[in-house]
């Protein structure tokens, strides 16, 4: 039998989770105030995933740059390829909430959004 210590990441409660992995698989997980705890950590044992939050530059904005993030959870070893994808990512202004960036980061299949709106120089 395995044996694993996790800190769910799920809320701010960061709950100690304890996993129990016996010879064929089966997680048993305690320590978890609320089912996102138990899923949460049978997700990161067999595929974990995140969601990435980063800067682009804006031109013509006012604002020099602009948050954002992955529309969804991204594959966790993908993370470096997302990162430099978005280093070369310029957008003009103005920028939307919810506007798309970057679509297919990284082969992902999920697109990159704005977080924040940048509004056009005057």
């Known amino acids: ?3 694993k210590e996790l800190i769910c ?16 698989g089966e997680m048993k997980v305690s320590g978890n105030n609320c089912p996102r705890g138990d899923v949460y950590a049978r997700k990161e044992l067999t ?18 740059v602009v948050s ?3 529309k969804e959870d991204i594959p ?10 978005l280093k070369g990512v ?3 202004a ?5 506007e798309v960036v970057l679509d297919d980061v990284a082969g992902t299949g999920v697109d990159v959004i ?9």
Do not use: F, Q
């Open 47 to 64: 595929n974990p995933t995140r969601i990435v939050t980063s800067i682009v530059n804006v031109t013509e904005g006012e604002l020099p």
């Open 76 to 85: 966790k070893d993908k993370i470096d390829e997302v990162i430099a994808a």
């Open 94 to 98: 103005p920028v939307l909430i919810g």
């Open 68 to 70: 954002v993030k992955t």
């Open 114 to 122: 704005a977080t924040k709106n940048v509004n056009r120089k005057h």
């Open 9 to 24: 990441i799920n809320c701010p409660m960061g709950c100690m989770l304890s996993v129990d992995i016996d010879d064929n």
């Open 90 to 92: 310029t957008v003009e």
């Open 1 to 3: 039998m395995e044996h």
